[in-house]
């Protein structure tokens, strides 16, 4: 794997982690403005996911790694995206852009996390969709 370089988060937190991991998924934008874009077509996303905490759980992670890996690659790997509940032919702000893809791991890694006693936040997606091109999504101070 290539060694990223990411946004730095400016935070006060004791822990944080980070999970990279790579996705295989199709989509179009069902708009005629976006161009080939409005075709099916595929990419390998790279994303990684900045969270932080201040307590460890009962076995010392702050959040097993494999658990936040698997809330997203079940999901999104190998589909069409545009066929998830999350996304919508009809709604541009839930077309499967790289900007609302970000956001949804977001809140679907910010939901898990609710989950859990010790409070660890999600504080940054990287989403890659081509080696060109990314998007770095960040929640403002206190959504979810």
């Not at 991991?21 to 390998?44: E, L, N, R």
């Not at 932080?52 to 702050?62: C, I, P, Q, Y």
């Amino acid at each position: 794997m290539i060694q990223q370089i990411y946004p730095f988060i400016n935070h006060n937190y004791t822990y944080e982690i980070n999970k990279d991991f790579h996705f295989a998924a199709a989509h179009y934008i069902p708009h005629q403005d976006t161009g080939k874009c409005q075709s099916m077509h595929g990419h390998t996303y790279f994303t990684n996911i900045t969270i932080v905490g201040e307590e460890l759980n009962h076995t010392g992670f702050l959040v097993d790694f494999k658990q936040i890996k698997n809330l997203i690659h079940k999901r999104f790997d190998h589909v069409v995206m545009n066929q998830d509940v999350a996304f919508s032919d009809h709604n541009p702000n839930a077309f499967p852009t790289t900007e609302i893809v970000a956001r949804t791991i977001y809140e679907l890694v910010q939901e898990y996390l609710d989950t859990l006693s010790h409070s660890p936040r999600c504080m940054q997606v990287y989403l890659r969709e081509t080696p060109s091109s990314y998007c770095v999504y960040r929640p403002k101070k206190g959504d979810r």
